[in-house]
């Protein structure tokens, strides 16, 4: 039989259209770029596996869920309890109990263009969710654990049909009409609380964006609000913006300074 260029190789990699069979004969061929192909697509393979594992394991408090009866599993997250500017935004999530997507992680740990790209996909596939913004204004009245919680309420109320249960990420819920389980670092081992935690995050990220084209003095487009040294210099050269938390300590001082 007369041997693939590696370009028509290349093209069976690409296309996914690859056998066992495929792969044992290839390993009999001595040109390095097959020999590259064929490592490069078991390494891939590696990654693959491994993220399939990592999902099933972040599937275990919705199956323990399921399993207790419960039909509609929501996760809970938040965005932006540390900023010294900007709001708090909250996220709660019903996913369909067939959902797969490999990678979905703690949003922190994924880069800005997967994250959008989740964020896309956890709205068109959801079979509820709901995103709740708290201003910095109701920050500095309430305090930001009350309007972390307040938002988390507000995410929660907007889901259609109700959750039967609901895992928040290491926030004890109190006043809700179903059962909850606070999980620490939930947003790395729950993927309801994951899929929250990206809607949470962009949406926030997002909303910061558009207060730097007002305030590009703080450079919100890259801090998301945090106190970088720029925005620090910057705070303290110009005052605060309408948009910060003049309760936060770092802002209140240097306000006041």
């Known amino acids: ?9 290349k093209q069976l990699f690409k296309a996914g259209e690859i056998s066992e069979e495929l792969i044992l004969n290839l390993k009999l061929d001595e040109r390095k770029g097959v020999q590259q192909l064929i490592k490069a697509y078991e390494k891939q393979k590696l990654k693959e596996e491994a993220l399939e594992k990592q999902f099933v394991d972040m599937c275990f408090y919705e199956e323990r869920s399921y399993q207790n009866g419960c039909q509609y599993i929501a996760g809970i997250d938040e965005a932006g309890r540390g900023p010294l500017a900007g709001p708090v935004v909250a996220a709660a999530v019903i996913l369909p109990r067939d959902f797969i997507l490999l990678g979905l992680n703690d949003s922190k740990q994924i880069n800005e263009a997967t994250r959008n ?6 709205k068109e596939k959801a079979v ?3 995103v709740s913004i708290i201003s910095n204004h109701k920050i500095d009245e309430i305090n930001i654990f009350e309007a972390t919680k307040l938002a988390m309420h507000e995410a929660i109320n907007q889901l259609q049909p109700k959750p039967d249960h609901v895992l928040i990420d290491a926030v004890d819920l109190k006043g809700l009409s179903c059962t909850s389980e606070a999980i620490i670092k939930g947003d790395a081992k729950s993927i309801s609380i ?32 945090y106190g970088t040294k720029r925005h620090m210099d910057n705070l303290l050269k110009y005052g605060a913006s309408p948009y910060h938390r003049t309760s936060f300590a770092p802002v209140r001082n240097l306000v006041n300074h």
Do not use: C, Q, W
Not at 196 to 217: F, G, N, Q
């Open 1 to 9: 039989m007369m041997k693939k260029s590696i370009t028509d190789l």
């Open 117 to 122: 790209k989740f964020y896309t996909i956890i």
């Open 128 to 130: 509820s969710y709901g």
């Open 194 to 225: 994951a899929a929250a935690s990206i809607l949470a995050k962009v949406t926030r990220d997002t909303l910061m964006k558009d207060l730097h084209k007002e305030y590009p003095i703080y450079d919100f487009g890259s801090n998301m609000g």
